[in-house]
């Protein structure tokens, strides 16, 4: 099945870009979501992609897809301190047509 | 976008009682529901698919006796975790399938058995 992995870290200063990646299994994968987890709170979708896009731009927030290697990533323009968060990659890939999670990378932004 | 509410937001339950968590569409009709669990940093975890009006399907290692899904709407699907145990607390996800395809998450429910 599908398995997705992420860096579980990263820590930017404010105003930097920050990146974040990830990489998938299932080349089969139609859809590419990232969504946004802060503390205490559920999930809030901050964008997707479909497989026969490589690039997809939305304000301050570049999704990057490399669909020869697997990699998706997401680039946060002038990061804030209100973007420290967890940071989510999933992709479509469950028998149930449910998504499979990463293990969520850790953004913190220093001021 | 699409509005997917839970209710409660917490809850706080002696062992050996039941919790009924509620997860509703607000604004869209959904005739499939997921039901996550989340550990503490860690990742979300599906336990169970719930579709408008059969049953649910559980994923492998969710008791199904455990965890009662009951979907009997297409706004509306139920977690009832039976029996609740220290072990159960965790953080309580559900999603809905919106008409694109597309997921919405609840906000959660956070589960805390003493």
């Known amino acids: 099945g599908e398995d997705v992995e992420q860096s579980l870290f990263l820590s930017v200063r404010e105003g930097d870009s920050s990146v974040i990646n990830c990489t998938y299994t299932d080349s089969s994968s139609t859809y590419l979501y990232w969504y946004k987890q802060e503390p205490g709170a559920g999930l809030q979708l901050l964008t997707y992609?479909?497989?026969?896009?490589d690039m997809k731009q939305d304000q301050r927030l570049t999704v990057l897809l490399n669909k020869k290697d697997k990699h998706l990533s997401l680039r946060i323009a002038d990061t804030q301190t209100g973007d420290s968060a967890i940071y989510f990659c999933?992709?479509?890939?469950?028998?149930?047509?449910?998504?499979?999670f990463g293990k969520g990378t850790k953004l913190s932004v220093k001021p | 976008g699409a509005v997917v509410s839970q209710h409660p937001s917490w809850v706080i339950c002696k062992s050996g009682t039941s919790v009924k968590i509620e997860c509703r569409s607000l604004d869209f009709q959904a005739t499939t529901m997921f039901w996550y669990r989340q550990f503490p940093k860690q990742s979300l975890m599906l336990m169970a698919t719930s579709n408008e009006g059969s049953k649910a399907t559980y994923e492998q290692g969710v008791e199904k006796d455990k965890f009662l899904i009951n979907h009997a709407s297409l706004t509306l699907s139920t977690l009832t975790v039976t029996s609740a145990h220290p072990e159960d607390s965790s953080f309580y996800i559900c999603s809905a399938r919106g008409p694109a395809g597309e997921q919405f998450f609840g906000p959660g429910t956070r589960l805390t058995v003493l």
């Open positions: 999933a992709a479509y890939g469950g028998s149930q047509g449910n998504l499979i």
């Open positions: 992609i479909f497989s026969n896009m």
